[in-house]
Each structure stands twice: as C-alpha cells, then as structure tokens.
C-alpha cells in the first residue's frame, strides 16, 4: 500500500523517521568528504588572493658608491642612494580585486555543485542498500517457503502421490537461491564500502536501512523552470562575469604606470674654499611614466576576452540542453518504474492466488510440483522486480532532486 510523500534534505524518504536517517547520513557526508574539505581549502585560497592583489608594486631601493667621485662646485660627490615607486593607473588595482573575487564566486559554485553531486550519490547509494537488503529478505521468505514444500513432497513420496525427482527439484531450487542469496550479500558489502568512503569513514560501519521501501502515493509536483538558476548553469555566469571583469583589468593596463622617487647624493667639502652651500648634499625628487606604446598584447587579450564570453555563451546553451535531456529522461523513467510497480503488484496477486489453489488441491490428494515451482518461480521474479520498480523510482527521484530543486 502506497503512502504520502515526505519532502525533505533526505530527498522522498518515506517516514519521518526515514528521512532524518538518510537526511543524518547526507549531513555526515557534508562535513567529512574530503572532496567537499578541498574545494573549500581552495574557495579560501582565491578569497585569500583579493588581499594578495590589492598591493602595489614593490618599492625599489638601490645605493651605488663612487669610486671615482665627480668634482662639483661644491664639492666630490661619494655616493647615490635612491628610492622609487610605480603606481599601476588609477582603479587597476580595484579592477584586479574585482577580478579575483569573480574567480573565487566561481570556485564557491563549483562547491555547491559538488555538494549536490555528493547528497545524490549518497541518495542512490543508500537506497541500493536498502534494496539488497529487501531482495535478500525476498529470498530468505522464499527459501523458507521452499523448505515446507520439500516437507509437503516428502510426505506425497510416503503415500505414494509424489516422487523423489520432486524432492530433488525443490533442493535445486533452494540451491539456486541460496547462490543469488550469496551474490547479493557481496554486492551489499561492496555498495557498503563504497557508501562508507563518501562518508569518509571506516568502510566496515554497519548502515541502517530498516525503511518503508515503498512508492509513495503522489509524486512531487516538479517545477521545469527551476533548472534556468541550477549551480551548474550559473557557475557559466559567473565565468562570463570573470571574462569580464579580467577585460576591464585589461583595459586598465593600458594605461600608464606612475612612478615616484628621490635620489640623494652626499657630497665632500671642499677644504681648499670658504663658500655658501660647500658641501651640500643633493636631493632630487623624481617622477617617471610607464607608457605601453606598443599595445598588440592587449588587443590580442581583447579579443580572446570576446572570443571566451561567446564560448562560454554557447557551452552554458548546451549544459542546459544537456540538464533538460536529463530531468526529462529521469521523469520518464520515474514514470516508467511506476508503471512496472503497478503491474508486477497485479501480477503477483494472481500468482499467490494460483499458490492458494494448488495448496488447495494437496488437501483432496493432488499436488503437481512442477507447478509448485513455476508458480513460486514467477512469485519470486515478480516480487524482485517490485523491489527494482521501487528502487528505479527513487534513484530517478534523487536525479530529479538533483537538477530541479
């Protein structure tokens, strides 16, 4: 019987209590993912390069010594000491910040599609789990059913109404459960390793999975639209913005560079004259200009700027085509495992109601285990492919999560 929706973080959980379990192992993954920890070290990083940009050039000191000293008027000059600072053209340096903090938005988006990627993937992976587990208990269910009928052909040899091939027949049958039963244990175990690294945690940690594996009654409504401002669309905006503001840093480099200084030259007295200003030391104040006459580079840089807006244009054109394709596949195939679900529902009714007739007929006397087996045959292949319709809807729901919330 199908229940309620229950949207939430844990993605269509069925239950409350449901949802906060998958919703606590999404959190854990959240904070221990070492993926998730790297691309926040390197968010910090391009915030941490606005305050490396925000300087100027560095400033010039140089002292020379004369060894042949010059005669002036006033005396020998001994030595030069110099200081000098460029200035980059007024609002390059803002430019450059702008520029950098437009790289690092881009890095905080690629952040925030990873943590989507990370709760999908978390979302899938646990409700494999849940589905092992499921077909395992199928299978336990239908061992055990299989052993009454070898209790029931054992009676019929005794009275003559059954043979020992019969017998045979149902210990194969276990055997061959037993065999998809050992092949699903190691599955899990290998799906549970794999969901314990997201969590970055010890790959042996048991997981909990007792939830209500089950359709729910209505789907979510799902809004198209929403998918125009999915992370992975607007990361393509953010880097339009970055080509941006890097031409406007550009265009700020063409501009001159100013420079500042002084220069002091100490000078000797001279000994053998008495006169104003005899041994003065010198100090020239100094202004200097940078000018790029030969600009090519930064209409080449122009140009490549243009040419990587259209570039980006066009490949945010085709990721959103490629998002549509996807959301409209995983509501097809959402569709299509409700569609499987109601099917096998019907199916398996009327094969556990072929099971209650020939149970019947081994009370007047007659039993066919052949058909015993081809019933509990199809019984078991209906109730694994409900298994699978279910869990085919809610790896495609975590799919639609994904693109359209």
Not at 4 to 30: H, P
Not at 344 to 349: F, I, Y
Request: glycine share 2%.
């Amino acid at each position: 019987m199908r229940i309620n929706l229950i949207t939430c973080l844990a993605l269509f959980v069925v239950g409350v209590s449901n949802a906060q379990q998958l919703e606590k192992y999404i959190g854990e993954a959240l904070t221990r993912n070492p993926e998730l920890k790297a691309l926040e070290k390197s968010y910090e990083i391009a915030s941490e390069k606005v305050i490396e940009v925000n300087t100027l050039p560095n400033t010039e000191f140089s002292a020379g010594y004369f060894v042949s000293e010059p005669e002036t008027r006033t005396g020998a000059q001994k030595a030069r000491f110099s200081v000098k600072q460029m200035i980059p053209w007024f609002g390059t340096i803002t430019a450059r910040e702008n520029y950098v903090s437009s790289l690092a938005d881009t890095q905080y988006i690629d952040s925030s599609i990873a943590k989507r990627k990370l709760t999908l993937a978390v979302t899938q992976s646990f409700y494999k789990l849940v589905s092992n587990q499921e077909k395992q208990q199928i299978l336990v269910e239908n061992i055990e059913l299989l052993e009454t009928y070898e209790k029931l052909a054992l009676t019929s040899v005794e009275v003559g109404n059954a043979s020992a091939v019969d017998v045979l027949k149902l210990q194969i049958r276990q055997n061959e459960l037993m065999q998809k039963m050992k092949i699903l244990q190691q599955d899990f175990l290998s799906e549970r390793v794999a969901f314990n690294l997201m969590l970055n945690r010890d790959e042996n940690l048991d997981i909990e999975t007792n939830v209500r594996f089950e359709i729910p009654s209505e789907a979510e409504n799902i809004n198209v639209e929403i998918l125009e401002i999915h992370p992975e669309l607007l990361k393509f905006d953010k880097m339009y913005k970055s080509v941006e503001t890097s031409e406007l840093v550009n265009q700020k480099e063409t501009g001159p560079n100013l420079g500042f200084g002084l220069d002091y030259i100490p000078v000797a007295e001279r000994p053998d004259m008495d006169m104003i200003d005899n041994g003065k030391d010198i100090i020239m104040p100094m202004v200097s200009i940078s000018i790029p006459i030969f600009n090519k580079k930064y209409k080449s840089v122009s140009r490549q700027n243009e040419l990587r807006q259209q570039e980006i244009t066009s490949q945010k054109e085709n990721k959103l085509n490629t998002l549509k394709t996807l959301l409209n596949t995983a509501i097809a195939n959402r569709m299509s495992a409700e569609i499987m679900f109601d099917i096998q529902s019907v199916n398996l009714k009327q094969a556990k109601d072929a099971e209650e007739i020939l149970i019947k007929n081994y009370e007047t006397g007659v039993i066919d285990f052949n058909d015993i087996l081809d019933i509990q045959e199809l019984q078991l292949k209906f109730e694994m492919d409900l298994i699978g319709a279910v869990q085919e809807y809610y790896l495609q729901s975590a799919v639609i999560y994904y693109l359209a919330k």
